[in-house]
């Protein structure tokens, strides 16, 4: 059996930025998935937040602040951009009521912070440019508030001025007390 991790240690805090850099076949993406609770890990043991993590599971590591943005760009191209941004956002029993028109504000404002360029938030997402999807799924975990975001790749479609603006807003919110792993094959 292929061992795609050994002997990994990684101690991060709240309040920073780390990097993975690696080729591809590395063990980055594994390791995203294992932090994400896509897959559960062999061997070791995976804190967060001071509490050992035994339940592996997308939703149990969303509840502890953590959010994902994974390298394949997830939207649902037959809506639209905005309710895009909030996919998943209301939960199972729509608990969490916000008016549309609070919604658009809410999206204007994140992606005002990681994108340099106007989004048709009434577009369907699918006709969008692959770089505004991308902004779309970063906008979506900006919206969850986390506390700790992983990006695994999550700015390789965009421009140098897109991923200006996204590295600022990244600062801030380390600055601000967010963690922020990043994930990338190149420097």
């Not at 070791?44 to 509840?63: A, C, T, V, Y």
């Not at 600062?171 to 963690?179: E, S, V």
């Amino acid at each position: 059996k292929t061992k795609a991790l050994v002997d990994v240690n990684i101690n991060c805090h709240s309040g920073s930025i780390h990097t993975i850099f690696g080729e591809n076949g590395s063990g980055k993406s594994t390791l995203v998935k294992i932090l994400s609770g896509i897959i559960e890990p062999d061997d070791g043991s995976i804190w967060i937040n001071d509490r050992l993590q035994k339940n592996f599971e997308p939703i149990i590591l969303r509840r502890e602040g953590l959010n994902t943005v994974f390298q394949e760009i997830l939207i649902s191209p037959n809506i639209t951009a905005q309710e895009n941004i909030f996919l998943g956002y209301d939960g199972l029993f729509k608990k969490l009521k916000v008016t549309k028109f609070t919604r658009k504000a809410i999206a204007e404002n994140i992606l005002e912070r990681i994108s340099s360029k106007k989004i048709d938030l009434n577009a369907k997402a699918g006709q969008l440019l692959l770089s505004q999807q991308q902004l779309i799924v970063i906008a979506r975990a900006f919206l969850y508030k986390p506390k700790i975001l992983i990006l695994d790749e999550a700015s390789s479609a965009l421009d140098l001025a897109e991923r200006m603006k996204l590295n600022k807003e990244i600062k801030t919110f380390a600055n601000n007390g967010g963690l922020v792993i990043y994930i990338s094959h190149r420097i």
